[in-house]
Structures are given as C-alpha cells and as structure tokens.
C-alpha cells in the first residue's frame, strides 16, 4: 500500500524561505517590545523538533519537555557560523521529518499517535514561522504580502 502521508504533509512544514540566507544582521534587527528574538525562536523551534523527533521515533516511551527550558538567553548568535551551523540542523530536521512520514505505514499500531505528533509540529512550526515572518517585515528584511509569489519563486 503506497504511504499517502508525504502528500498529504508535503507543504505543513514550508517555512516560506524565513531562515534561508539569513544574516546575522537581519537576526539581531529585533522590533522594539518583541518578547522573543529571531535567534531564540529559532533555538526553541530546533529545541522542539528535536523532541518531538524523538518521540516519533521512540513512540512507545513517554518522553518528558520542560517548555520553558527550550528558550535560551542569548537574544543573538556571537556570529554568522554559529547562525549558519544552527540553520544547517533546523533544515536537517526538517529533512529527517519528511523521512520519518515516508516511513510511515497504516498497518503501524501506533500511527495515530505519530499522526498527531506531525499534526503538533506542523501548528507549531506555522506559528512561529508567523511571529518570524512579521518581525523580519517590522525590520524591512521580508517581502510584504503582495511581493510574495515572486519572492517565493
């Protein structure tokens, strides 16, 4: 039976190109008020995905995340390595994700349950892709509605 999951998921988990080449100027260019940073949303997004990895692939343990402890302090990277080695295992997740749901397998007695732990991730990373998306449009450093069909291609 073919697995349909990687159609039905194929675009949960579209950043809208946010983290592609970003620079560490355009991460450190934080609205005024802004409860979190670029860098520390990105952390706690790796942070999470990392979990939630896990746990599809250790499905039949309960494993524990303190929430709070997924945020770090540092409000920017110290510099573009440290962003660029950071955005290389955000994108490695994203990949590893897909390969876990091309694995999956109706037959599976726990499919439900990593259903929903795809389905969590997907909201999740919508998110705080929409909090990223409008701080870097406060900052000028992203394309505005109207300029996104080109931007995106």
């Given at each position: 039976m073919?697995n349909h ?8 988990f ?10 560490l ?19 706690h997004?790796?942070?999470?995905q990392?979990?939630q990895?896990?746990?599809l692939k250790?499905?039949q343990?309960?494993i524990?995340?303190d929430?709070e ?9 110290s ?5 660029n080695?950071a955005?290389v295992?955000f994108?490695?997740q994203?990949?590893q994700?897909?390969?876990e ?7 599976d ?15 999740h990373?919508?998110f705080?892709?929409?909090?990223v ?12 509605p109207?300029?996104m ?5």
């Open positions: 073919p999951y990687q159609a039905l998921f194929a675009n949960s579209d950043t809208f190109k946010v983290f592609d080449n970003l620079t100027s355009e991460i450190s260019n934080t609205p005024t008020n802004s409860p979190k940073t670029i860098w520390q949303i990105l952390n997004l790796i942070t999470w990392n979990y990895l896990t746990q250790n499905i343990q309960h524990e995340l929430e402890a997924t945020w770090i302090d540092d409000q920017n990277p510099d573009q390595q440290g962003l080695s955005l295992i994108k490695n994203q990949q994700l897909a390969d749901i091309s694995a999956f397998d109706n037959n007695l726990y499919i439900n349950q990593k259903l929903k732990i795809v389905q969590d991730l997907s909201v990373l919508s705080h892709v929409g909090e998306i409008l701080m870097r449009r406060m900052a000028g450093t992203y394309p505005l109207h300029q069909k080109e931007f995106l291609n």
